[in-house]
């Protein structure tokens, strides 16, 4: 019996697989579940809104798939997967309890919200070893984006980062060294992996910037349904909502960029983009749309 439970554990004491084992069979276990149509998840979500128990638990494990999607794209911020997804989980549980089919929407892309929201809390509550106010982590959030995409530039010092950090959000560069400076009293992603000098800890960190022929599918699909559909508006319309939004390659435009560009009000953009977007959610193509969205 001692021989069969020393193989459980490797050398370090830990585990052998256990929780990649247990995480991999509840992905099989959801994937397995089919997704709704939009009748059926209408009509199960007025059964649940009634009361009805075995409409609401099918409303949840039908989306199940979808917090895991979400789950995925929070990793390397603090907290393993399985707890993301157990966050996320929560959110959903959260979100069928508050939707309202009569809106109109369908139940996922009103549940993202709900998702996102429950993980980042999460986040922000128990992935650091100092608990910090939600609208620093915010802060932080941007800041580790903007980091993201300036570190592209090759040659930068620290110095010359801060500084396109800075520009790059429009804060003073006091504000982001400090915060910046937060991060660094943890660990550093350079930093060797436990006695292994030949591997930071980077090395071992899932490399998000690379998108997975999957999704790379997925988005071309998307960019070609989304560039059908906006081209059916009208002209002037239509080159409006792909500046707002950097359609095509584009640099998103504020309001008052396009309002210059096209000597109109900041009011006359919005409503134009208002409108636009309406025309948008009313063609035969929303709700392929909003699929690929969710």
């Known amino acids: 019996m001692k021989k069969n439970k020393m193989k459980s554990t490797n050398s370090r004491g830990r585990p052998q697989n256990t929780r990649e084992n247990s995480l991999l069979l509840y992905l099989q276990e959801i994937n397995q579940i089919p997704l709704l149509t939009k009748n059926a998840e209408e009509r199960l979500a007025r059964l649940a809104a009634e009361g009805n128990k075995a409409a609401r638990d099918k409303l949840i494990t039908s ?9 995925k794209k929070y990793q390397g911020k603090g907290l393993p997967l399985e707890d ?13 309890d508050h939707f309202d089919v009569e809106k109109g929407y369908r139940f996922i892309t009103y549940a993202v919200w ?16 100092i608990r910090l106010p939600a609208n620093k982590i915010a802060e932080l959030n941007m800041v580790e984006k903007a980091r993201q995409i300036i570190s ?15 520009a790059f959000l429009d ?18 992603m350079d930093d060797p992996f436990a006695n292994e000098n030949s ?39 239509s080159e409006l909502i792909r500046n707002r939004y950097g359609l095509e390659g584009k640099r998103p435009m504020t309001l008052k960029e396009i309002g210059d560009h096209y000597d109109l009000s900041k009011e006359r953009v919005r409503q134009i983009e ?16 909003k699929s690929f969205i969710a």
Do not use: C
């Open 63 to 71: 989306n199940l798939r979808f917090v895991v999607s979400m789950a």
């Open 84 to 96: 993301l997804i157990s966050e996320g989980n929560l959110g959903l549980l959260n979100a069928v």
């Open 114 to 129: 709900w998702i996102r929201q429950s993980i980042m809390k999460a986040i922000m509550e128990k992935s650091h070893m």
């Open 152 to 166: 592209k530039k090759t040659g930068l010092s620290i110095n010359e980062e801060i500084n396109e950090i800075a």
């Open 171 to 188: 804060i003073s560069k006091k504000k982001t060294m400090e915060l910046v400076n937060i991060r660094k009293d943890v660990f550093s």
């Open 199 to 237: 591997i930071a800890i980077k090395d071992l960190v899932e490399d998000e910037s690379t998108t997975s022929p999957v999704e790379y599918a997925v988005n071309s699909m998307l960019k070609d349904e989304l560039k059908e559909e906006v081209g059916k508006l009208e002209k002037r319309a």
């Open 274 to 289: 208002k409108w636009s977007l309406v025309q948008l959610k009313q063609s035969k193509k929303a709700a392929k749309l």
